[in-house]
């Protein structure tokens, strides 16, 4: 289907756009396939506003057909009474901004509204932004992403005695979201891993996704095993577990699950690793919450930040009964405990909860900016992005469908990538000089994850991704944030190395409110971020007196 068909308007003048951080102003508004866009037409002025369609969570429209304020916008910011009809569309986005359209006439305002709502939903991924944009400075023949199993494999040759590369996936028949290549102990064979994938939920038996130099310790990652009521058991799977530890006493399993719903999973085919079947794994249970829960926490945060009444009982009281600095405390917490067990205890962990594509890629992830300082740099951390949760199977296109504003809640969404990139913003904030990108790379992938330019968040797996040609015709956000000047921006001039791990304080009194993020369309921060900018160029300025 053409996009045109669903515009049934293309232009609107005399459109009064309200922006935060901006003053009205009266321009002329067009719509395209995958675009608003607005043109100022005062005189002298030469604003222009591009809205990706895609970066719309809801809207809402009034219209007026009387006697009402719907004609000239004078400088003074006072509009005069004429007749007819006139219409508002108060637009909120996913990253959180929320604009006000003033349209003169009724027909014209519904027009509008209709088209944004069809096009900023449509569920073919190949009719998406990203299979349009064509960069001048960006080629499709350019390599499409920053690291792959093979690469990791290479790269780490303290892996190359114990550890091997499998291609047992390599058609995508043994786990649908997985990648063709993954690590796994090198005594296990590729039969035996079959049928430990058969025993693990959707396929995804346990791979090897950090290796810990240090010590040579391993965190490894799966789904939950397919015990039942019946308690049933594999061999291969006990195995592979033992081949993990082999030559040490023991390991030790994390379920981000609470040990009750561990146990009501048996009920429903699931189930937990038994302390009889896998006698060197010690299990711990750390509940995290996810899906509708973190949903509703991330709503009811938004809902009062943009409370306006300015009573400080009431904005506590909302910050506290969202829950969101809970979840970020625990995430944070889980994350020091896997850290703990592999970098002081000297084990190796095995991390998975139901389906092992949400809370474990989230704590695998804090775990190694915790403890590997090559994952700290802007490449190692774009590089971990991409191997824990692009490779690993986090279905983006399921839990990023919407974001704090939409009226439609599909039972799959969840904000797990903003809460990992919430997380890493309390390391950054906590350990200012040990993360050598700045707090401007979080906000612009907090963005990206919900409407991109570009492929990378396309889609819920590799195999998804390689159906619908995103590798072919897309461009990759990762390799563009590397660009040098992009490069330069997105670093912390701070920066300085550290090899030692960075624990962060949990404490309550430790963690703060994302103000970057949640409070960004506000003057406050405005104000903030300009000073920040400002410190940051004397920073780099000096560092460069200093090197001449």
Known sequence: MEFSEHIKTANVEDVVLRQPLHPPSRGTLCITGHHLLFSDREEGSSRQVLLLLRNIDAIEKS?????????????????????????????????????QLDIPGMEQCLNIAHSIETLSCLDSVSEMY???????????????????????????KE???????????????VCPSYPPAVIVPNSIDDDTLRKVAKFRQGGRFPVLCYYHRKNGMVIMRSSQPLTGANRKRCKEDELLLQAVIDGS????????????????????????????????????????????????????LVEACGDESNNMDRWLSKLENSKWLSYVQTALSTAGLLAECVERDGHSVLVHGSEGTDSSLLISTLAQLIMDPCCRTLDGFLALLEREWLQAGHPFQQRCAHSAYSHTRLQQESPVFLLLLDCVWQLWRQFPLALGFSEALLLRLATEVYASDYGTFLCNSDQERCAVGVK????????ALLRPRE????????????????????????????RGFFLRWTQQIRHLEEAQEEIRNMVIEWGKLALS
């Open 472 to 479: 072919d015709k897309t461009h990759c956000l990762f390799q």
């Open 487 to 514: 490069k330069d921006y997105y670093s912390n001039p701070l920066y300085e190395p550290t090899e030692l791990a960075i624990w962060p304080s949990v404490h309550p009194q430790s963690l703060q409110l994302w």
């Open 63 to 99: 219209v007026e057909n009387l006697l009402g304020y719907s004609g000239f916008f004078s400088k003074a910011g006072l509009s005069e009474r004429t007749s007819g009809s006139s219409g508002t569309i108060t637009i909120k986005c996913k990253d959180l901004q929320v604009l």
């Open 159 to 173: 892996l190359h005695g114990r550890w091997r590369l499998s291609s047992v996936n390599r058609d995508y028949s």
């Open 130 to 156: 990203p299979f349009f944009y064509r960069p001048a400075d960006l080629s499709l023949q350019d390599q499409w992403g920053l690291s792959s199993p093979e690469s990791y494999y290479s790269q780490m």
């Open 249 to 300: 006493d023991k390991g030790y399993i994390i379920d981000t699950r609470s040990s009750q719903q561990a146990q009501q999973a048996r009920m429903t085919g699931g189930g937990f690793e038994s302390k009889s079947c896998y006698s060197h794994w010690k299990r711990l249970h750390r509940q995290m919450e996810r899906g509708k829960a973190l949903q509703e926490s991330l709503i009811k």
